[in-house]
């Protein structure tokens, strides 16, 4: 089936820092999702986008809606350990049946 | 955020036995669907459960392979038939709330193990 290609596929950085990864399409879609998954768990949503070019925030996470609708990034501040897990995007392309299309998922790894 | 509760959380099953998982939703939601993880991959929708009737399979996926039900707007299952060591994956489902009709809700979450 048809998949976001996501990168970085991995992240190793140290507590603190900044991160930035990002999610891209060939089809456009009207809504992004941003989910974190932890080991053993559901993925989680982080922060939904509905609108190209739209900027949302959700604490120390920022994602953004690409003017184009083929892409969205999300960026984490001052990460912290618990930020560790995989990311995935997920777009709709809302077809009136609200399926979504993940990503290939970005995993990050936060040393303290 | 609903409350999503699968059952079983994992489980290891022979090869050509089936298994069925459960998922209850703590209030009414519109729609319920049922995922596929297989092992370090992302997620891959298997069918949208319809209630009271048959459920709409993706691409890929066959309804004899895996049947799925959904009797009323809070509780759905999947039934992974005939099983493969292929078929060893985490099996979600998620659903989509009446008030918040543009997002997904994950369960926990179903890890099989088919040896």
């Known amino acids: 089936g048809q998949q976001l290609n996501q990168s970085p596929q991995s992240m190793f950085i140290q507590e603190g820092e900044d991160v930035s990864m990002n999610c891209t399409s060939s089809s456009i879609f009207n809504t992004w999702l941003w989910y974190k998954q932890d080991p053993g768990e559901g993925p989680v949503l982080l922060i939904a986008?509905?609108?190209?070019?739209e900027l949302t925030s959700n604490g120390r996470l920022t994602a953004q809606f690409g003017i184009t609708r083929k892409d969205s990034f999300l960026n984490i501040s001052a990460s912290i350990p618990s930020d560790v897990g995989i990311y995935f995007c997920?777009?709709?392309?809302?077809?009136?049946?609200?399926?979504?299309?993940f990503g290939t998922g970005t995993r990050l790894l936060v040393s303290p | 955020s609903a409350v999503i509760s699968q059952k079983p959380s994992r489980d290891i099953c022979q090869r050509g036995t089936s298994l069925t998982i459960q998922c209850q939703v703590d209030s009414q939601v519109t729609m319920m669907f049922w995922y596929r993880q297989q092992p370090g991959q992302s997620l891959t929708l298997i069918a949208t459960a319809n209630q009271g009737s048959e459920a709409t399979y993706e691409s890929g996926f066959v309804i004899d392979k895996f049947p799925i039900s959904r009797p009323n707007l809070t509780f759905s299952t999947l039934t992974v038939s005939n099983m493969s060591p292929e078929d060893s994956s985490i099996y979600l489902c998620?659903?989509?709330?009446?008030?918040?009709?543009?997002?997904?809700?994950f369960g926990p979450g179903t890890r099989l193990t088919v040896l």
């Open positions: 998620s659903v989509v709330r009446r008030d918040r009709l543009t997002e997904q809700f």
């Open positions: 986008l509905y609108k190209a070019g």
């Open positions: 997920a777009g709709d392309m809302n077809t009136g049946f609200q399926k979504l299309v």
